[in-house]
Nanobody
Framework: QVKIVESGGGLVQPGESLRLSCVASGIRFELYDIEWYRQAPGNERELVAKITANRKMSYMDSVKDRFSISRDNAENSAYLQMSDLKPEDTAVYYC???????????WGQGTQVTVST
């Protein structure tokens, strides 16, 4: 019923940019918070950025000057614009669509971001 589809990952060189997309279906998207997580091999999954239903945004300190999260409720979509990418940004990035009142989470399949020469 609920589907979360991520896209936009790829292989880039340091200093380049990518835009990740998260498209949801089967929910009233505007009622949900959107979170972007990432997980590198051997590391724990970490919260990168968040945008709430009322459009409050927050970022992990190491990305706050380079990444920007946004949402388009009319298109049931959220985005993570990543600039000045660094090798340490290499990870699988996941979109989590979260409904606080019901403690519900809907995860995408993840999209691979690789930053390397």
């Amino acid at each position: 019923q609920v589907k979360i589809v991520e896209s936009g990952g790829g292989l880039v060189q340091p200093g380049e940019s990518l835009r990740l997309s998260c498209v949801a279906s089967g929910i009233r998207f505007e009622l949900y918070d959107i979170e972007w997580y990432r997980q590198a091999p051997g590391n724990e999954r970490e919260l990168v950025a968040k945008i709430t239903a009322n459009r409050k945004m927050s970022y992990m300190d190491s990305v706050k000057d380079r990444f920007s999260i946004s949402r388009d409720n009319a298109e049931n979509s959220a985005y993570l614009q990543m600039s000045d990418l660094k090798p340490e940004d290499t990870a699988v990035y996941y979109c989590n669509v979260h409904f606080v009142r019901g403690s519900s989470d809907f995860w995408g399949q993840g999209t691979q971001v690789t930053v390397s020469t």
